[in-house]
């Protein structure tokens, strides 16, 4: 896991496990495929107290999909974006309001498709020190943050079973103080935490 004493080799060990090819590129779609309904969202990390930590948002209770649920910065792909990593910096800065100087983007994880159609890019990035957070009140309800080693120790989650359009669906749920994390937020966190683990 990433710590403190490892904090100047942040950059390499995250490129060393993180998709990067998209980073240089103005490759649109990390996956290569022509959706009609591509998305991206933006995993930041920074730290806090010596240790790392994964900001998160909770959605407006007002929004018409998945209101009042927590989420990663993102959404879909904007023609003015050019690139998909560009929609999701455009995304951070329009809900939290984090300006693109402070995301230093490093590494994408796979392209993950939601129930609703959409194929997500989830873009990790490290976020420099001094930002700040604007909350778009229309968008975002709260920003919190959750130390990513919370998230490595395998008993803060549980694997839970649903119906969904007729069918059993699997989902990851953790939660954190008052926060509930589950769906696909939770499953692209499982993802690069196997992707941090696997690598010590």
Not at 33 to 52: C, G, S, Y
Not at 63 to 83: C, I, M, R, W, Y
């Amino acid at each position: 896991m990433l710590t403190i004493e490892n904090k100047d080799q942040l950059y390499l060990n995250l490129k060393k496990i993180l998709k990067t090819e998209l980073i240089p590129t103005e490759i649109w779609q990390a996956s290569g495929r022509n959706q009609t309904r591509p998305a991206a969202v933006l995993i930041p990390l920074f730290w806090k107290d010596d240790e790392l930590h994964i900001l998160l948002t909770k959605r407006s209770k007002n929004l018409k999909h998945h209101a009042g649920q927590v989420s990663f910065p993102g959404g879909g792909f904007d023609e003015s974006d050019v690139t998909i990593r560009q929609a999701a910096i455009r995304e951070t800065e329009e809900e939290i309001g984090i300006t693109p100087q402070y995301i230093e983007v490093v590494g994408y994880l796979e392209d993950l498709e939601t129930n609703s159609g959409f194929y997500v890019t989830p873009f990790v990035a490290i976020l420099k020190e001094g930002f700040k957070i604007i909350k778009n009140i229309h968008e975002v309800s709260e920003v919190f943050s959750v130390p990513l080693s919370f998230f490595s120790n395998a008993n803060n989650y549980r694997l839970q079973t649903a119906l969904y359009k007729g069918k059993k669906v699997k989902y990851y749920v953790y939660q954190y103080d008052e926060y509930t994390i589950w769906g696909f937020t939770a499953e692209i966190i499982v993802k690069l935490v196997h992707k941090l683990n696997t690598q010590h």
